[in-house]
């Protein structure tokens, strides 16, 4: 007994003395780190971040929409954006996530994820624990709900181009379709672990190409296959209430906040600087658009600074993690005038009606925001570390901007042929004379 004694107590100084010389002697390479904890700081502000974000969809965008269509519209266009808050919270439950943000599978993994989080499988177990690879400092439930938020508004926007002339159940059709084919695909591709965008060094920091040109070229598309408004041209189609507009578009940038600073998922520095820029491009490109506007109409419109702040709000979206204040300026600046120009002008050259403008807006603010981030990325905040900012990211850049162009623009176009081919897009001239609120709906404003 007394030499067991003897042999355990030799045992256990041996172990000691390993462990010992293993710390002092380990390479510091070798050494593990530490595992990740959860912040309650972090998760805090990401449940602030997610509430904000939704805002932006339900009340905001949906008032900003429903002020600049006709009276008889105006029912019709807030339904769209409650149904798809609705909707692709479902989708997104379904798969929507697992497809955007899961590894993927073997030779897949670069374009598209997996089905390990169908129905959001295995969430639950995993709660309380940190390591998440995209947030490791808050749980995988509160990341999942913010990026949830993005996926609800980026369809949403879409309504802009197709206002006063989509059937109700076809809008339905599409953006279900539209969520699983075009957006959580380019989602994987930028923003996940495994995305071949990202892993090229296409930097978009909260959403410029993944939300903003993805909609907007897809809202073009809307446009062109349903056609022109009844009446377009030729008609008063002026808006019913532009204060509704100028509440929405507040609402949307108080929200903005949480898209853009949101997307640091931390409540840290870079937060900080995402939000100040945020907030001197979007008060820049409302100036720039109210000069424009005031240099070629002689008058500044309340309209016209709203949708100029929104489309700063655009660009500085895929920047706002990467530039300096002083760059923010110009990216506001630029968009703010460009935007108003190809809203106005280049619309009516072209002869499509983007009805809300999103193409204006959200597709051309979006590749302004993500060309110029290439221009003006600072260097400190690029996440690869290894791409320099500058000029050499602007090449990333344009691949970005590319491949969302062709994939959504193509992607939408084929959905909008299948559902017309099938269901039909449009209502009828009768029920669009009528107005979408009664005949869609059966209600009215008093």
Request: with cysteine.
């Amino acid at each position: 007994m007394k030499r067991l004694t003897r042999l355990r107590a030799c045992g256990l100084w041996s172990t000691a003395l390993a462990a010992g010389a293993a710390v002092l002697f380990a390479h510091p390479a070798l050494a593990a780190s530490p595992p990740p904890k959860l912040s309650p700081g972090d998760t805090a502000w990401m449940l602030t971040s997610t509430a904000l974000v939704l805002m932006m969809t339900i009340p905001g965008l949906a008032l900003f929409y429903a002020g600049m269509v006709r009276k008889k519209n105006v029912l019709a266009t807030i339904m769209q954006s409650f149904a798809i808050t609705c909707l692709v919270t479902l989708t997104w439950w379904f798969a929507g996530y697992s497809l955007a943000f899961t590894d993927g599978v073997g030779a897949f993994k670069p374009y598209i994820g997996d089905l390990s989080r169908f129905l959001l499988n295995g969430m639950g177990a995993t709660y309380d624990k940190a390591g998440f690879e995209l947030a490791p400092t808050i749980p995988e439930s509160v990341y999942m709900m913010f990026q949830m938020t993005f996926a609800i508004i980026t369809p949403a926007l879409i309504c802009g181009s197709f206002a006063d002339r989509m059937k109700f159940s076809s809008m339905c059709v599409f953006m279900v379709a539209w969520s699983l084919l075009i957006y959580s695909p380019i989602a994987h591709w930028v923003w996940s672990a495994t995305g071949w965008e990202g892993a090229l060094g296409v930097e978009d920091y909260a959403g410029g190409t993944v939300v903003h040109i993805n909609a907007g070229i897809a809202g073009l598309m809307s446009a062109l296959v349903l056609g022109k408004r009844v009446g377009y041209g030729s008609e008063n189609m002026s808006p019913y209430n532009v204060a509704y507009a100028v509440i929405g578009a507040a609402l949307l940038w108080v929200g903005w906040f949480g898209f853009n600073a949101g997307s640091a998922v931390t409540s840290g520095p870079r937060a900080g600087m995402a939000m100040t820029v945020t907030q001197i491009a979007t008060a820049a490109a409302a100036m720039g658009w109210m000069f424009a506007e005031w240099i070629t109409k002689g008058k500044p419109s309340v309209l016209g600074i709203a949708s100029g702040a929104v489309a700063g709000l655009v660009a500085i979206t895929p920047a706002s993690g990467f530039v300096l204040p002083t760059p923010s300026v110009i990216i506001g600046l630029v968009a703010g005038v460009l935007c108003y120009f190809s809203s106005t002008s280049m619309k009516h050259a072209f002869g499509y009606d983007d009805s809300l403008d999103t193409f204006g807006v959200h597709c051309i603010g979006g590749i302004i925001g993500a060309l110029l981030t290439g221009v003006f990325a600072y260097k400190g905040f690029v996440s690869a570390p290894q791409l320099p900012g500058g000029m050499a990211q602007f090449g990333h850049q344009v691949i970005g901007v590319l491949t969302a162009l062709i994939y959504s623009g193509l992607g939408s176009l084929i959905i909008l042929k299948v559902i017309d081919a099938t269901m039909g897009l449009r209502v009828n001239s009768e029920e669009e004379r009528e107005g979408l609120d009664i005949a869609l709906h059966g209600e009215q404003l008093g």
